[in-house]
């Protein structure tokens, strides 16, 4: 059992950043590939970054070049910078931790508001 917990959302002027934090428990932490979701209103969940546990990183088309995803093993917590905020980056956003190996563990987060409105 892995519990996750996101924090560091809030309102943000188009342009501006935040740093969400996702902190988990429960498991060893550097056993588990780390994603970042975000989910708007009225929209499906969308994956938005990736990253394994050595460290490689993937991200969707919209956020290249704004967000950079990147763990911290030892304090067994993931981040995301996200930097040049458009409003479009609008969402609820969501930590998901699955398993290197047992690919069907995986777990969610409780989520995390991002608003990004002048």
């Known amino acids: 059992q892995v519990q996750l917990v996101e924090s560091g959302g809030g309102l943000v002027q188009p342009g501006g950043s935040l740093r969400l934090s996702c902190a988990a428990s429960?498991?060893?932490?550097?056993?588990?590939?780390m994603y970042w979701y975000r989910q708007a209103p009225g929209k499906q969940r969308e994956l938005v970054a990736s990253?394994?546990?050595?460290?490689?990183?993937n991200y969707a088309y919209s956020v290249k070049g704004r967000f950079t995803i990147s763990r911290d093993n030892a304090k067994n917590t993931v981040y995301l910078q996200m930097n040049s905020l458009k409003p479009e980056d609008t969402a609820v956003y969501y930590c998901?931790?699955?398993?290197?190996?047992?690919?069907?563990?995986?777990?969610w987060g409780q989520g995390t508001q991002v608003t990004v409105s002048s």
């Open positions: 429960g498991s060893i932490f550097s056993n588990y590939a």
């Open positions: 998901n931790a699955r398993h290197i190996i047992v690919l069907s563990q995986g777990y």
């Open positions: 990253i394994t546990s050595s460290g490689s990183t």
